[in-house]
T-cell receptor, first 114, second 112 residues
Framework: AQSVTQPDIHITVSEGASLELRCNYS??????LFWYVQSPGQGLQLLLK??????LVQGIKGFEAEFKRSQSSFNLRKPSVHWSDAAEYFC????????????FGSGTRLLVRP | KAGVTQTPRYLIKTRGQQVTLSCSPI?????VSWYQQTPGQGLQFLFE???????NKGNFPGRFSGRQFSNSRSEMNVSTLELGDSALYLC???????????FGEGSRLTVL
């Protein structure tokens, strides 16, 4: 069955430090991959996406992610974290069939130390 | 261009009642999807509509239903509410051939 795993429930980093959030997926074909961010009480905002081509993709707010087919991973990175990056981050894979449905990971909550 | 708009943002119901949530997609987007978000189950797909037709439905009981209108606006309805229906309900839209979902801010339903 298709699935997305985000192994870290919480991550705490100091402001200015680098960040890497892990995402592993199980999917029968080359998937579309996404990272979304959710601030408290808000909806989901798309950070970046991978459909095909260059495996290193750039997103908004200084985030990037690298697709590694051999490891079935799509990890999110940022070289220097800002306090405003504190939020919950979701990795997603899709579509699963003719209907456009995304499968989401369980999320990683990022806390930023001043 | 305005984003996805969901109403109401917050609502409180009691068990056994029903609720209707509304979603206005981004202008020009013809596909609308609904997701339920809870602390225990995370984000789960409810259904997708395209051109007024339901294209797929997630693993939810028949109490959960939806529809889409000719202007692409969508509503979802939950009947005979249960405590476990308390959740953030997120609507997302995408253009006809688009691959990205654009989410609204959600409707937070509390069932007492």
């Amino acid at each position: 069955a298709q699935s997305v795993t985000q192994p870290d429930i919480h991550i705490t980093v100091s402001e200015g430090a680098s960040l890497e959030l892990r995402c592993n997926y199980s999917y029968g074909a080359t998937p579309y991959l996404f990272w979304y961010v959710q601030s408290p009480g808000q909806g989901l905002q798309l950070l970046l996406k991978y459909f095909s081509g260059d495996t290193l993709v750039q997103g908004i707010k200084g985030f990037e992610a690298e697709f590694k087919r051999s490891q079935s991973s799509f990890n999110l990175r940022k070289p220097s974290v800002h306090w405003s990056d504190a939020a919950e981050y979701f990795c997603a894979v899709g579509p699963m069939d003719s209907s456009y449905k995304l499968i989401f990971g369980s999320g990683t909550r990022l806390l930023v130390r001043p | 261009k305005a984003g996805v708009t969901q109403t109401p943002r917050y609502l409180i119901k009691t068990r056994g009642q029903q609720v209707t949530l509304s979603c206005s997609p981004i202008s020009g987007h013809r596909s609308v999807s609904w997701y339920q978000q809870t602390p225990g189950q995370g984000l789960q797909f409810l259904f997708e509509y395209f051109s007024e037709t339901q294209r797929n439905k997630g693993n939810f009981p028949g109490r959960f239903s939806g529809r889409q209108f000719s202007n692409s606006r969508s509503e979802m309805n939950v009947s005979t509410l249960e405590l476990g229906d308390s959740a953030l309900y997120l609507c997302a839209s995408r253009p006809g051939q688009g691959r990205e979902l654009f989410f609204g801010e959600g409707s937070r339903l509390t069932v007492l």
